[in-house]
Nanobody, 119 residues
Framework: QVQLVESGGGLVQAGGSLRLSCAAS????????MGWYRQAPGKQRELVAA???????NYADSVKGRFTISRDNAKNTVYLTMNSLKPEDTAVYYC?????????????WGQGTQVTVSS
């Protein structure tokens, strides 16, 4: 199993910045991709950014150029640096670990952290 603990959410004005952290523990060797998803009220959960074990990254079009996903392998931590925040970025942000083991594929989720951007 993999445990994910998120931190770093909060309230920020439009144009401001936040950095989210996600610390992984447990069977981290099985993690292939880590990512950040978000879910706004009344909307479906959507992928924000992802980073593979080799360092390749993927971003939603809506955050390209503003958000950066990175990882510190020594700390087993993934970060999401969010700049030029907009009110439409307001959502609960969830850390995700996509794993592969002898038992197959499985997704683990963090508890979520609220990001609120005021206009």
């Amino acid at each position: 199993q993999v445990q994910l603990v998120e931190s770093g959410g909060g309230l920020v004005q439009a144009g401001g910045s936040l950095r989210l952290s996600c610390a992984a523990s447990g069977s981290i060797f099985s993690i292939k991709v880590m990512g950040w998803y978000r879910q706004a009220p009344g909307k479906q959960r959507e992928l924000v950014a992802a980073i593979g074990s080799g360092g390749s990254t993927n971003y939603a079009d809506s955050v390209k150029g503003r958000f950066t996903i990175s990882r510190d392998n020594a700390k087993n931590t993934v970060y999401l640096t969010m700049n030029s925040l907009k009110p439409e970025d307001t959502a609960v942000y969830y850390c995700n670990a996509h794993t592969m083991s002898g038992l197959g594929l499985y997704d683990y989720w963090g508890q979520g952290t609220q990001v609120t951007v005021s206009s």
